[in-house]
């Protein structure tokens, strides 16, 4: 998470920590570290939470036409190739025409 408080860190840990989706252990070796884990609790509403998002993004997928589900295949090559390092100046230009 970048550009976030330490002071807000530890807050929203304290939350999950009160819904029992986290526990908190200091470290034997090195105390001034605490290791933040997940509990059996925090994973069935951590999965129960991608589900619900996997299938609205579905739903809204589905809703699109083909055109634009088209152009979105076409930008995701594009991010892809630039988060790979792999992009190349043709690809964008093919994306640009596909459209």
Known sequence: MENVAPPTITAVVGKMEALGFV?????????RVTRIRIT?????ELDRART???EW??????ALSAEDR???EAAAAVLTGITEGTA?????????VAS
């Open 70 to 72: 088209a152009l979105l």
């Open 23 to 31: 526990t908190r252990e200091t470290d034997p070796s090195d105390r």
């Open 88 to 96: 190349e100046p043709t690809a964008v230009a093919q994306a640009e």
């Open 40 to 44: 059996p609790v925090g994973q069935a």
């Open 57 to 62: 993004l579905q739903a809204e997928l589905e």
């Open 52 to 54: 619900r998002r996997t």
